[in-house]
Nanobody
Framework: QVQLVESGGGSVQAGGSLRLYCAVY????????MGWFRQAPGKEPQGVAS???????DYADSVKGRFTISQDNAKNTLYLQMNSLEPEDTAMYYC????????????????????WGQGTQVTVSS
């Protein structure tokens, strides 16, 4: 069974930075697509960024130029570097994995077979 464990969240002031981590456990050979979703209270989860196993990335317009998704396949670890954080970035951030061959925020959003981590809270104050 695939398990995803996020860490690195916290509380920062606007303009600050955080780096999120996602450790992947279990059989991940079929998990070609990884990503980060976030969910604010009262809202549906929204895709933030995705990355194919071999490097292709996709970002939500709201985070382009500020967030960077990356991975270390040897360590089975996914990262999200978040710079220039804004109060609107406040949310629970989830690591997500799927076996999609075509990897993007759109394909991950429409997939019904995603694996989710437990989430890590990011709070950005003004």
């Amino acid at each position: 069974q695939v398990q995803l464990v996020e860490s690195g969240g916290g509380s920062v002031q606007a303009g600050g930075s955080l780096r999120l981590y996602c450790a992947v456990y279990g059989y991940d050979f079929n998990r070609f697509c990884m990503g980060w979703f976030r969910q604010a209270p009262g809202k549906e989860p929204q895709g933030v960024a995705s990355i194919h196993k071999y490097g292709a990335t996709d970002y939500a317009d709201s985070v382009k130029g500020r967030f960077t998704i990356s991975q270390d396949n040897a360590k089975n670890t996914l990262y999200l570097q978040m710079n220039s954080l804004e109060p609107e970035d406040t949310a629970m951030y989830y690591c997500v994995a799927d076996g999609l061959f075509q990897c993007s925020i759109a394909t991950m959003t429409s997939s019904s077979s995603k694996y989710w981590g437990q989430g890590t809270q990011v709070t950005v104050s003004s």
